[in-house]
């Protein structure tokens, strides 16, 4: 059974730190460009950031670019969010996505999504 699980996700104040988790199975995550995609309450869900299968190259959205930092562990087959500097504007569902191609695209199109995770910054 093919499945991303994220996990990682709580509660923290302005300021702090999170690192999200992203783990696959029943597939190997090497030959996939992964995303990470957030969604708050009434707005559409946005790319954040991803890292392709290619070259390991990484993209980020201005938004958190400077703050996040994407990473993917092959050989545990999976793929980690580092959060620093949390501002209430990151307050979302945090969710991971698997897309077949070699370089990544922030756009929330992919064969494989997790289930999300919830990420509140407030204090």
């Known amino acids: 059974q093919v499945q991303l699980v994220e996990s990682g996700g709580g509660l923290v104040q302005p300021g702090g730190s999170l690192r999200l988790s992203c783990a696959a199975s029943?597939?190997?995550?090497?030959?996939?460009?992964i995303g990470w995609f957030r969604q708050a309450p009434g707005k559409e869900r946005e790319g954040v950031s991803c890292?392709?299968?290619?070259?390991?190259?990484?993209y980020y959205a201005d938004s958190v670019r400077g703050r996040f930092t994407i990473s993917r562990d092959n050989a545990k087959n999976t793929v980690y969010l580092q959060m620093n500097s949390l501002k209430p504007e990151d307050t979302a569902v945090y969710y991971c996505?698997?897309?077949?191609?070699?370089?990544?695209?922030?756009?929330?199109?992919?064969?494989?999504w997790g289930q999300g995770t919830q990420v509140t910054v407030s204090s």
């Open positions: 996505a698997a897309q077949l191609r070699e370089l990544c695209v922030l756009l929330p199109r992919a064969e494989y």
């Open positions: 890292v392709s299968s290619s070259d390991g190259s990484t």
């Open positions: 029943g597939f190997t995550l090497d030959s996939y460009a």
